[in-house]
């Protein structure tokens, strides 16, 4: 099989990867939106949507742009199909969101059901200084010393699903979750 | 035409209903994406098993959000739940669609799925047989995790699904279990289960 070829199937697996990733990134920040009745958290997920759709439109032009063989149609149509998938579940992150948008205060079931201990959202920048920098989410162990686990990473204008082997980079915003007591040791490791 | 249980009114809560739903949707995204990748047919007729119920699952919920709304105010924060109950039905839809690529033998392009192992741990179904040496010890004393890597994200014993098992549960013969890990210990894991592997390793 020729190397281009190849090459513009691995650009195309990724930007699936990305899709995938997102739309999980979304359920997580909708239903800690929804738990914490999270207006900021709530419009993540509304922007991440936006951001979906666009992603979603350049997979599919990879896909049709890719010069498949004719006998290849029924696997690009499963990745299509896949992509239609994510953008789908993109959608319901979306709509649990939109009740908090809504100002419909959240039914207290809501919570039971979310079953996390979950007191606060907060928004912490790392700083050049910090001991996080150039660490990776496992080696940073952020929940082991706060008690606070983040949701997503926020890098210039785009969020990074916080997979153990994602790297904290200075500058970045973490958007984590927890008990309010953490929010002040997370503030010494992020921002000292 | 799918069988479709018949719906009756259960006196059951809506935080129950409310946690199997979302747990349910969970455990189907990522049992899909497996089956559509790895192109397994079992786990992609699971997730449409598993659809069927979460669909039964919606008409209890809003029956009971019906009963339970006495006032304005129960409306206004009842249609709450119920849009996310919708919300996720949906996602478990969206898991039930990726099944559907696999069981309509429309399959994902080979080079893809290659990619994607490469980033992805995968999940994998393995049946416990008779002479499996898993079989009477408890899911935490087998230490899989530490051993080979491996988490065991369900079980499905007599038609019913045990989300996120706790450590105490004990393995039983005829048990299925849904499993996570890096390839080669989800391999380890599925021989041992199947008895094929006769002893636990270090």
């Given at each position: 099989m020729p190397d281009k070829y190849r090459e513009k199937f691995e650009e195309i697996a990724e930007q699936f990867v990305e899709l995938?990733?997102?739309?999980?990134?979304?359920?997580?920040?909708?239903y800690s939106s929804l738990l914490l009745n999270s207006k900021e958290l709530a419009k993540d997920v509304q922007k991440l949507e936006e951001h979906v759709d666009e992603l979603h439109t350049e997979f599919e032009l990879a896909v049709l742009s890719s010069g498949f063989h004719e006998k290849e149609t029924k696997g690009l149509l499963g990745l299509i199909r896949l992509g239609v998938v994510t953008e789908k579940i993109a959608?319901?992150?979306?709509?649990?969101?939109?009740?908090?948008?809504?100002?419909i205060e959240p039914h207290p079931v809501l919570k039971l059901a979310i079953e996390e201990a979950e007191e606060t959202v907060t928004y912490m920048q790392v700083t050049k200084h910090s001991e996080l920098a150039n660490k990776t989410l496992r080696k940073a162990c952020i929940p082991e010393k706060t008690g606070m686990w983040v949701l997503a990473i926020?890098?210039?204008?785009?969020?990074?699903?916080p997979k153990p082997n994602a790297e904290i980079k200075?500058?970045?915003?973490?958007?984590?979750?927890?008990?309010?007591?953490?929010?002040?040791?997370?503030?010494?490791?992020a921002s000292p | 035409m799918p069988y479709l249980e018949k719906i009756e009114y259960k006196p059951i809560s809506v935080r129950k209903l409310l946690v199997e739903m979302k747990n349910l949707s969970e455990l189907m995204i990522d049992l899909a994406y497996s089956a559509a990748l790895f192109n397994d047919r079992e786990l992609a007729e699971d997730v449409l098993g598993l659809e069927r119920h979460v669909d039964t699952l919606t008409y209890l919920l809003e029956m009971e959000?019906?009963?339970?709304?006495?006032?304005?105010?129960?409306?206004?924060?009842?249609?709450g739940v119920s849009k996310v109950a919708a919300a996720v039905d949906k996602i478990s839809d969206a898991a039930a669609d990726i099944a559907a690529i696999v069981t309509q033998n429309i399959g994902i392009h080979p080079i893809v799925s290659e990619i994607f192992e490469r980033v992805e741990e995968r999940l994998t179904r393995a049946n416990v047989y008779k002479h499996s040496p898993l079989i009477g010890k408890q899911v935490d004393e087998l230490n899989l995790a530490?051993?080979?890597?491996?988490?065991?994200?369900?079980?499905?014993?007599?038609?019913?699904?045990i989300i996120d098992p706790e450590g105490k549960e004990?393995?039983?013969?005829?048990?299925?279990?849904?499993?996570?890990g890096a390839p080669a210990g989800?391999?380890?894991?599925?021989?041992l289960a199947e008895g094929k592997l006769k002893k636990l390793g270090n």
């Open positions: 995938k990733d997102t739309s999980e990134l979304m359920m997580d920040l909708a959608d319901s992150a979306a709509e649990i969101s939109e009740v908090v948008l809504r100002g926020r890098r210039e204008g785009r969020y990074v699903r200075a500058g970045d915003i973490l958007i984590a979750s927890g008990y309010a007591d953490g929010e002040s040791d997370l503030k010494r490791l | 959000i019906m009963i339970a709304a006495r006032d304005v105010e129960d409306a206004e924060a009842l249609t530490a051993r080979m890597g491996v988490d065991i994200i369900a079980i499905l014993r007599n038609g019913e699904w004990t393995v039983a013969d005829g048990d299925i279990f849904i499993a996570r989800v391999e380890e894991f599925k021989a």
